[in-house]
């Protein structure tokens, strides 16, 4: 969902910049604290893997196109502060190097596929494992929800923007029914790729994944009990 | 059970992203995204400006000067990779040695 130069007006993308600014300085801030040892390591590799996965457009229907956002994919691996960062090197690279996604629209696209997608990825993952069994079996099934919904948002978040400042005046209902009903369909990728690399992942090193971290916690919590 | 090392698991995910991008992306799907069928179908996506960097050597994952698709996509892929791990790398190595921030004076 990379949005070109010219889709919104001026105002609109110095706004969506100021706000990328505002959360990256958060972020920066942030990041801090969740780099330890487990999660610094696994930080290059997610941008790098989000890197690669976003290529990779599979097909929806109708002679459409989608690709993994990633950003619900990364807050659940790395956390959210670290994970927005990764998403920012991915799409400041994409736009510098690939000409894939503007650069005056740079900004908007940080909001769209960074914020939206880490933010509400996040809070769906964290929503999901207050009410379902502590038990890493959840922790993808949480993922693949948050990465759903993070899409879906992400898309209803373009027709905010768009509202804003569109430079070509669109029915505003019928551009939000068709960006909900297509990435309807992509947000099922989404939800399928990350459901499929946390498993794989919490399979084999669930200390490695950050949303996997009050699970393992717990178990081991357990473990001790029996053993007194 | 073993436990698999972090650099087994790193190293993995890293040969996964680079076949991803080297390789699988070739068999990409090339119809319009989402945004840009959405936009063709309301009619705005003539407001399209082309990027400034649309001249660039990797521009639209395609190597410049390389005739072979497969080549020209696959190298721009692992090429991409590999600046992205370097970026975030660097940028999450200067945070993590970050020094913390004065506590005195509030926020």
């Known amino acids: ?228 | 059970m073993r436990a698999v090392s972090t650099r087994t698991v790193l190293l993995i995910g890293f040969l996964v992203a680079l076949a991803l991008a080297g390789v699988v992306s070739f068999y990409a799907s090339a119809s319009p995204d989402g945004l840009n069928r959405v936009a063709g179908e309301l009619g705005f996506s003539g407001a399209q400006q082309s990027s400034g960097t649309s001249r660039g050597p990797l521009a639209g994952y395609e190597t410049v000067g390389l005739g072979n698709a497969r080549l020209s996509g696959g190298l721009a892929g692992v090429l991409g990779c590999l600046v992205v791990l370097g970026c975030s790398s660097l940028l999450l190595l200067l945070r993590r040695h970050a020094p913390e921030p004065a506590r005195t004076g509030g926020e």
């Open chain 1, 1 to 228: 969902m990379h949005v070109p130069d010219g889709f919104l007006d001026a105002p609109t993308s110095v706004a969506t910049a100021a706000a990328a600014a505002a959360a990256i300085g958060i972020a920066l801030r942030g990041a801090r604290r969740e780099l330890d040892d487990r999660v610094a390591p696994l930080a290059g590799l997610v941008a790098t893997f989000v890197f690669a996965t976003q290529m990779l457009n599979f097909p929806v229907a109708g002679g459409t196109s989608g690709h993994l956002m990633g950003g619900a994919l990364a807050a659940v691996l790395v956390g959210p502060y670290t994970g927005l960062l990764c998403m920012t090197v991915v799409l400041v690279v994409q736009s510098l190097l690939f000409a894939d996604g503007g650069i005056t629209a740079l900004g908007t696209n940080v909001v769209l596929m960074g914020i939206v997608t880490v933010v509400v990825g996040h809070a769906v993952f964290r929503g999901v494992q207050l009410v379902v069994p502590k038990r890493l079996s959840m922790v993808a099934p949480a993922a693949a929800l948050g990465a759903f919904v993070s899409v879906v948002l992400s898309s209803a978040t373009f027709v905010a923007l768009y509202a804003l400042g569109g430079v070509i005046p669109i029915p505003l209902d019928t551009l939000l029914t068709a960006m909900i009903g297509v990435h309807t369909l992509i947000g099922l990728g989404e939800a399928a790729i990350t459901f499929l690399v946390v498993a794989s992942i919490v399979a084999v090193r669930p200390d490695l994944v950050y949303g996997a971290r009050r699970v393992v916690a717990v178990r081991e919590l357990e473990t001790r009990l029996v053993a007194s």
